[in-house]
């Protein structure tokens, strides 16, 4: 089984230029915070976006990167904020994603919404 939409590159960019580049170069990581930030949006949304992905629009699926690499970056950043120039600097990205997150589930549960009543699910 392989991460579906929390994809590497897009979380090392939001974990920004000070991430632990050891932690965030590790292959591991990067899956099982794949995993758990996947696993976030599907349950946060009740919806199984995984399974879906493949018949998404392409919105939709961006949406779905988009949301999951910010949880993962928080996870990343997290774990290691000794690079950052600041641990305010560290905290305000974590905040920044957070929030868009934030706004990410509350469509996506709208679309998810959209799609059951439809009977699409």
């Known amino acids: 089984m392989a991460v579906t939409f929390a994809l590497a590159v897009e979380i ?9 580049a050891t932690f965030i170069a590790t292959a591991t990581a990067l899956e099982k915070i794949g995993y758990m930030a996947e696993a976030y949006v599907n349950v946060a949304t009740n919806y199984n ?8 629009s392409t919105d939709v699926k961006y949406l779905l990167v988009d949301a999951a690499t910010n949880i993962a970056a928080i996870y990343f950043i997290n774990y290691d904020m000794s690079g ?6 560290a905290e305000t990205m974590m905040d920044v994603l957070r ?6 589930i509350e469509i996506l549960q709208k679309a998810a919404l ?4 439809r ?3």
Do not use: P
Not at 12 to 20: D, Q, T
Not at 49 to 56: E, K, Q, S
Not at 84 to 89: F, L, M
Not at 99 to 104: E, I, L, V
């Open 12 to 20: 090392a960019y939001k974990a920004g230029k000070n991430v632990n």
């Open 49 to 56: 976006w995984c399974d879906a992905y493949a018949a998404l």
């Open 84 to 89: 950052y120039t600041s641990r305010i600097e």
């Open 99 to 104: 929030d868009r997150t934030q706004m990410d």
């Open 114 to 117: 959209a799609d059951f009543a």
């Open 119 to 121: 009977g699409a699910v």
